[in-house]
């Protein structure tokens, strides 16, 4: 019988500083996730910690994973050689499948653009798989910007708008909340149009209410939900909104759904 708690141990290839605090860790494995699932991320005798795929091919998977407390403080101290130990993926990702030949939208707020990349990254090498991409991008300030060499890549072939909420003396770009843009946007066929929104529960709320605006069919709009996991498997309810495991059910969810949890 397979033990579903019993995680596999992964050596770390690499690691990525994108800011002062968020690190993108490179583990070898042949993990192939779908686009916004989660694995659970331990150290023996330290914990637990549920954190997003932000990237993987048949060799590696990474994660790019915030200095936030007991255990991924513990993570930030080690080095390339190094092992981490792993479970999953868990959870519904994205329904890739479904937004082929689609105008497709993300909109993410701060460490959200991580659970997206892998599906920007997707459509950087495959671009004729759908009809367009817009990126919508917001950090606090210039210093919160993750994977910086990326955006400058993306922004080759897609239309990105990178935005900070508060600039500071060196920052010439934009200045303001992402749901400012949306009204501003491109949207010339919402009916054909996928949104996906990843962030923090009131960026979320309140994005999705600005392309709701724009006409957006609320089946067309996707959001992934960050909310602490534990057990990942629909056992221990650290997750639950009302009646709902985030980590069975999520965390990717149609707006449809998703409009009854926003908390």
């Not at 909340?177 to 919402?190: A, G, M, R, V």
């Not at 629909?234 to 909104?241: A, E, F, S, V, Y």
């Amino acid at each position: 019988m397979i033990n579903v708690y019993m995680p596999k141990k992964v050596e770390i290839l690499s690691i990525i500083p994108q800011t002062d605090i968020d690190y993108t860790f490179r583990l070898k494995s042949d993990i192939l996730p779908r686009h916004g699932q989660f694995l659970q991320v331990s150290i023996p005798k330290i914990g637990e910690a549920p954190i997003s795929i932000s990237d993987y091919t048949d060799e590696y998977i990474e994660l790019t994973i915030r200095k936030v407390g007991t255990v991924t403080d513990a993570i930030h101290e080690l080095k390339p050689g190094d092992f981490l130990f792993i479970r999953g993926p868990y959870g519904h990702g994205f329904p890739v499948e479904d937004f082929k030949d689609k105008n497709v939208v993300i909109a993410a707020g701060g460490t959200g653009l991580a659970p997206v990349k892998s599906i920007i990254n997707r459509y950087y090498r495959n671009p004729k798989e759908i009809k367009n991409l817009n990126i919508l991008m917001g950090f606090k300030s210039p210093k919160d910007i993750l994977f910086e060499d990326e955006i400058k890549k993306w922004k080759e072939k897609f239309d990105v708008l990178l935005t900070v909420d508060n600039g500071d003396e060196t920052w010439t770009g934009n200045t303001g909340l992402i749901t400012k843009f949306i009204p501003e946007l491109k949207i010339e066929n919402p009916n054909d149009t996928i949104v996906i929104v990843v962030g923090p529960p009131m960026m979320m709320k309140f994005t999705c209410l600005e392309f709701l605006k724009r006409n957006i069919p609320d089946e067309n709009i996707w959001v992934s939900f960050e909310r602490k996991m534990s057990c990942g498997i629909g056992k221990c309810g650290h997750c639950k909104i009302n009646e709902t495991y985030v980590c069975l059910e999520g965390p990717v969810f149609n707006y449809t759904k998703s409009k009854q949890l926003l908390d």
